[in-house]
């Protein structure tokens, strides 16, 4: 574009400077957005731990803040220091109160996490770890595994666990090697999980038909998802698949990024291997949720609402997405055990329920507030 200045002499118009400026302005705000996020992910860890700190200390029998300090220090120390004074308040928060809080924290991001990367790979919102029909599997194992292998003393108390965790697996590989298989896309996957689901619920019901009245109470209860009795040993076994998984695929950000905006074929395109960035997300994604649902029984809520809640909070960033989803996941369950801990105290609702209860209002609450523009 050419202007004629006062002078007669004919100067170029500075068209170009406008859009450089727009382009720096527009590339700001993104940093500082970025930022703005990466803060708030930040602050939500810390306010989760502060949380978790104050959920320790509360039940029937109330105990400090400055005595689970002391209590956490010692653990630290390998015992070579003698600080806390109160033995009998010691045990109850090392053996009762931590392992459930530490519990819910771990299964709750791990299950979150599970649902960001099925919800990435499938490019469907709605998928979640009980969708595609692992948690009804696990439900089905676990029910196996207490009615006929009740006096099984080869794997011990972890008998029901591996045997929850083989059959979601189980369910799993047949979901997505059909889904290979067949070329199918991903709605038909996700109708073959659903067609398992109810396969395998139905196989559970079978079982409760016939079980006993122990046996079906003990299947009812794993079936309710509960916190109660976590050892530190299944807290320690989750908390290693959470460790391995979430900096494999916080490293896969960018990837699931560009396979969920754009697509398999742009995905390509870039040079991404997207079948073996499938299976990656899968077998990680598998293997948390079979983890955990095998040790807490069925739990199927949070798989869902953890990664909406976190998309509509901080966006569909990967890079920020998967551990803001896991931050949601276990407040999520952590106030759901709360509630079902200390709201009819001395009674214990089971976790499974009250998650349910907890979750859906607030999931309601944050669709009902934003935007339609938001969900476009």
Same mark, same amino acid.
């Given at each position: 574009?050419?202007?004629?200045?006062?002078?007669?002499?004919?100067?170029?118009?500075?068209? @170009?400077?406008?859009?450089?400026?727009?382009?720096?302005?527009?590339?700001?705000?993104?940093?500082? =957005?970025?930022?703005?996020?990466?803060?708030?992910?930040?602050?939500?860890?810390?306010?989760?731990?502060?949380?978790?700190?104050?959920?320790?200390?509360?039940?029937?029998?109330?105990?400090?803040?400055?005595?689970?300090?002391?209590?956490?220090?010692?653990?630290?120390?390998?015992?070579?220091?003698?600080?806390?004074?109160?033995?009998?308040?010691?045990?109850?928060?090392?053996?009762?109160?931590?392992?459930?809080?530490?519990?819910?924290?771990?299964?709750?991001?791990?299950?979150?996490?599970?649902?960001?990367?099925?919800?990435?790979?499938?490019?469907?919102?709605?998928?979640?770890?009980?969708?595609?029909?692992? =948690?009804?599997?696990?439900?089905?194992?676990?029910?196996?595994?207490?009615?006929?292998?009740?006096?099984?003393?080869?794997?011990?108390?972890?008998?029901?666990?591996?045997?929850?965790?083989?059959?979601?697996?189980?369910?799993?590989?047949?979901?997505?090697?059909?889904?290979?298989?067949?070329?199918?896309?991903?709605?038909?996957?996700?109708?073959?999980?659903?067609?398992?689901?109810?396969?395998?619920?139905?196989?559970?019901?079978?079982?409760?038909?016939?079980?006993?009245?122990?046996?079906?109470?003990?299947?009812?209860?794993?079936?309710?998802?509960?916190?109660?009795?976590?050892?530190?040993?299944?807290?320690?076994?989750?908390?290693?698949?959470?460790?391995?998984?979430?900096?494999?695929?916080?490293?896969?950000?960018?990837?699931?990024? @560009?396979?969920?905006?754009?697509?398999?074929?742009?995905?390509?395109?870039?040079?991404?291997?997207?079948?073996?960035?499938?299976?990656?997300?899968?077998?990680? =994604?598998?293997?948390?949720?079979?983890?955990?649902?095998?040790?807490?029984?069925?739990?199927?809520?949070?798989?869902?609402?953890?990664?909406?809640?976190?998309?509509?909070?901080?966006?569909?960033?990967?890079?920020?997405?998967?551990?803001?989803?896991?931050?949601?996941?276990?407040?999520?369950?952590?106030?759901?055990?709360?509630?079902?801990?200390?709201?009819?105290?001395?009674?214990?609702?089971?976790?499974?329920?009250?998650?349910?209860?907890?979750?859906?209002?607030?999931?309601?609450?944050?669709?009902?507030?934003?935007?339609?523009?938001?969900?476009?």
């Amino acid at each position: 574009m050419r202007t004629l200045s006062t002078g007669g002499a004919v100067q170029a118009a500075p068209s @170009a400077a406008p859009a450089v400026a727009t382009a720096a302005s527009v590339g700001d705000l993104y940093r500082a =957005s970025g930022r703005r996020r990466a803060v708030i992910v930040a602050l939500s860890f810390v306010l989760l731990i502060v949380a978790a700190a104050a959920v320790a200390v509360r039940g029937i029998n109330e105990t400090g803040i400055g005595t689970l300090a002391l209590v956490v220090l010692e653990r630290l120390s390998f015992g070579h220091l003698d600080l806390v004074e109160d033995e009998q308040a010691a045990r109850v928060l090392l053996f009762l109160r931590l392992p459930r809080v530490v519990m819910a924290m771990v299964a709750g991001a791990a299950l979150s996490v599970s649902g960001v990367l099925m919800q990435a790979i499938t490019r469907n919102p709605l998928v979640s770890p009980y969708t595609i029909g692992v =948690s009804s599997a696990a439900g089905f194992g676990a029910s196996v595994a207490i009615m006929f292998g009740v006096g099984v003393q080869a794997a011990g108390v972890y008998f029901v666990p591996l045997s929850a965790f083989a059959c979601a697996l189980l369910c799993a590989v047949c979901v997505f090697s059909l889904a290979w298989w067949r070329g199918m896309g991903a709605q038909a996957m996700i109708l073959t999980g659903i067609a398992l689901m109810y396969l395998f619920s139905a196989m559970t019901a079978a079982v409760q038909f016939v079980a006993t009245e122990e046996q079906l109470a003990r299947v009812v209860h794993w079936t309710f998802g509960s916190l109660n009795g976590v050892q530190w040993d299944a807290v320690g076994l989750c908390a290693v698949l959470l460790a391995v998984i979430l900096p494999v695929m916080q490293r896969k950000a960018w990837q699931l990024n @560009a396979l969920t905006v754009a697509g398999d074929d742009v995905a390509q395109s870039l040079g991404m291997n997207v079948r073996r960035l499938r299976v990656t997300a899968i077998l990680l =994604s598998v293997v948390a949720a079979a983890g955990v649902i095998s040790f807490v029984g069925v739990i199927g809520f949070v798989g869902l609402i953890g990664p909406h809640l976190a998309r509509m909070i901080i966006g569909g960033d990967h890079r920020l997405l998967i551990p803001f989803a896991a931050i949601c996941g276990a407040a999520l369950l952590l106030v759901a055990d709360t509630v079902g801990r200390l709201a009819f105290s001395p009674t214990v609702l089971p976790v499974g329920i009250v998650v349910a209860f907890v979750g859906v209002p607030m999931f309601l609450h944050l669709v009902i507030s934003r935007k339609r523009e938001t969900f476009a």
